[in-house]
């Protein structure tokens, strides 16, 4: 597996509407606009037509973050926006098992 692809697979966590205030930056929904976060609110990159998040909530495709990392994802327009591995990256066991041998 390549790690772009391990970057982004999809973890059971559903994302939340705090969680997309917080860490998201942009928005792609499933009618194909692109969406730019602030605060509670997004606003249409074309038309500045803003838009409050818990009324776009189920038409939101993937959420990226500062460094344009999908950082949630839904894969169909009545599935779970679920968090990527990018936003909760899984624990390095190999480093945890050097620092308990340390000690």
């Not at 942009?26 to 818990?54: C, I, M, W």
């Amino acid at each position: 597996m390549s790690k772009k692809s391990a970057m982004h697979r999809q973890i059971s966590r559903v994302m939340s509407l705090n969680e997309i205030e917080k860490y998201g930056v942009r928005l792609r929904l499933f009618d194909g606009s692109t969406l730019f976060v602030f605060h509670d609110e997004a606003v249409n990159e074309r038309y500045s037509q803003p838009y409050k998040l818990h009324a776009i909530y189920w038409q939101i495709r993937t959420v990226y973050d500062a460094n344009s990392v999908i950082i949630g994802r839904r894969t169909h327009p009545m599935s779970k926006l679920f968090c990527t591995e990018a936003l909760y990256p899984a624990p390095n066991h190999q480093a945890y098992k050097k620092r308990i041998a340390i000690k």
